[in-house]
C-alpha cells in the first residue's frame, strides 16, 4: 500500500540522502536497510515478501507500477521526481531513474532450511569474496541453478551491498542468507550432517568436477578472486575441485568459475 506520495524537485530531503551515494554501506547494514535500484530489481523486490520503506521514481515509472506497489502489506512511501533531478544521483546509467529503500530480511539458520526444503540440500558457502559485483552474480548463479542457502563467511562482503543486490538482479530476495561468525566451524557442523564438503581450489592434486559426485547432500566453497579460500579452508577440506581447461588457462573468474560449477551439480541431479 501506499503511506504517502511526495512530488520532490530537490533531493536534499534528509527521507532521499540513502539514495545519493553508492558509499555508506556499514551504515546501511547497522540499520537493517539496503539499497535496490533498476527496473527489473525493483520490481522483483516488490513481488517479494521483503519490506519496501521508500521508493524514489519518476511519474512514468510510478504509473506503470502503482498498481504493484498498492498490493503490498507494508506502506511505502513514494518520491516523484523528474528525470533530469534523478539523473543526478550517483549511478543513474544504472539505477534508471528508479531506486527503492528496503529492510533487510532476518537472517536464516541451517536447521531452518534443511527442515523446509527437499533432500538432496546445496549449499554454497563464501570465503574471502569481497567484490559485491562477483558476489553478486554468484548469488544470481545459486538461484539460476537451485541453491538452497548461501552461508557468508566471516571474511566476505555482506550480499545485500548496494552493487551486490544490483549484480544478482534481484535474484537475491529468492535466496536464504546464513551469516556466520567462523565457517570452519560452520563446515564442520555440515560435516557432522553427513554433508559432503567441496571446495573450489586449483591445484596438482585437485580432482575435476566431472569426475565427482554431487548428488548427496553438499555444500561448494568458492574462495577470493585472486588466491582462493583461506589457507586454513583448504587445509580443512580434503575434496579439491576444478574445473578442466585447455590451452594453458588456470583459472576463471571465480562468478563465471560458480556457474560452472552449479550448472554440473544441476545436471547431475536431474539425471
Given amino acids: 500500500m501506499i503511506k504517502k506520495t511526495q512530488n520532490i524537485f530537490s533531493l536534499d530531503l534528509p527521507e532521499l540522502e540513502v539514495f545519493k551515494t553508492l558509499r555508506r554501506p556499514l551504515e546501511h547494514n547497522e540499520k537493517g536497510i539496503f539499497v535496490a535500484e533498476g527496473e527489473k530489481v525493483v520490481l522483483r523486490l516488490l513481488e517479494s515478501d521483503l519490506k519496501t520503506i521508500s521508493i524514489l521514481l ?22 516523484i521526481g523528474e528525470e533530469k533531478l534523478l539523473q543526478t544521483i550517483v549511478g543513474h546509467k544504472m539505477h534508471q531513474s528508479i531506486i527503492a529503500l528496503a529492510k533487510i530480511p532476518a537472517p536464516t539458520s541451517i536447521e531452518e532450511i534443511i527442515k523446509l526444503k527437499s533432500k538432496p540440500i546445496l549449499f554454497v558457502a563464501i570465503d574471502e569474496i569481497m567484490n559485491a559485483e562477483n558476489l553478486g552474480v554468484i548469488i544470481r548463479n545459486c538461484v539460476a541453478f537451485g541453491v538452497d542457502g548461501l552461508i557468508v563467511g566471516e571474511t566476505s562482503a ?10 544478482s538482479m534481484g535474484n537475491i530476495f529468492k535466496l536464504p542468507i546464513i551469516y556466520c561468525n567462523n565457517l ?3 563446515l564442520n557442523n555440515l560435516k557432522n550432517k553427513n554433508f559432503n564438503i567441496f571446495v573450489a581450489h586449483s591445484r596438482k592434486t585437485s580432482q575435476s568436477i566431472f569426475d565427482s559426485d554431487f548428488k ?15 589457507k586454513i579452508i583448504i587445509d580443512s577440506i580434503p575434496m579439491q575441485l576444478i574445473i578442466p581447461m585447455s590451452n594453458g588457462v588456470d583459472s576463471l573468474n571465480v562468478a563465471n568459475a560458480s556457474a560452472v560449477f552449479l550448472y554440473e551439480v544441476s545436471r547431475q541431479r536431474k539425471n
Fill in 158 to 167: 555482506d550480499p545485500y551491498l548496494r552493487r551486490a543486490v544490483r549484480n
Fill in 216 to 230: 548427496n547432500d553438499c555444500c561448494i566453497i568458492f574462495g577470493s578472486e585472486g588466491s582462493g579460500p583461506r
Fill in 58 to 79: 519518476t511519474e512514468r515509472w510510478f504509473e506503470l507500477y502503482k498498481s504493484v506497489i498498492e498490493n503490498k502489506v507494508e506502506a511505502i512511501d513514494i518520491f
Fill in 184 to 186: 570452519i566451524s560452520t
